[in-house]
Nanobody, 115 residues
Framework: QVQLVESGGGYVQAGGSLRLSCAAS????????ADWYRQAPGKQREWVAE???????NYASSVKGRFTIARDNAKNTVYLQMNNLKPEDTAVYYC?????????WGQGTQVTVSS
């Protein structure tokens, strides 16, 4: 059973930065697709960023240039560095990985950005 634990969320003023971490229970991030999603109150969960084979990355247009997804295989961890945060970035952030044909989700971490 794959387990993901997110951390790093918190409260920050607009323009600030946070780094989210998603730690896996095993060596499962190497070459496996990993994504970050977020869900704001009253809204649907939306995709934020992905890192895929060869460490290629893609981002939603709303975060491109401000967020960076990366992974550390030695630590079995995927990160989301978030800079120049805006109030509209306020949400619960979730990581997701694809292992074989199955997706696994973390429990989420709250990010709150004040204006």
């Amino acid at each position: 059973q794959v387990q993901l634990v997110e951390s790093g969320g918190g409260y920050v003023q607009a323009g600030g930065s946070l780094r989210l971490s998603c730690a896996a229970s095993g060596s499962i991030f190497r070459d496996n697709r990993a994504d970050w999603y977020r869900q704001a109150p009253g809204k649907q969960r939306e995709w934020v960023a992905e890192i895929i084979r060869g460490d290629s990355t893609n981002y939603a247009s709303s975060v491109k240039g401000r967020f960076t997804i990366a992974r550390d295989n030695a630590k079995n961890t995927v990160y989301l560095q978030m800079n120049n945060l805006k109030p509209e970035d306020t949400a619960v952030y979730y990581c997701r990985i694809l292992v074989g044909a199955n997706y696994y989700w973390g429990q989420g971490t709250q990010v709150t950005v004040s204006s």
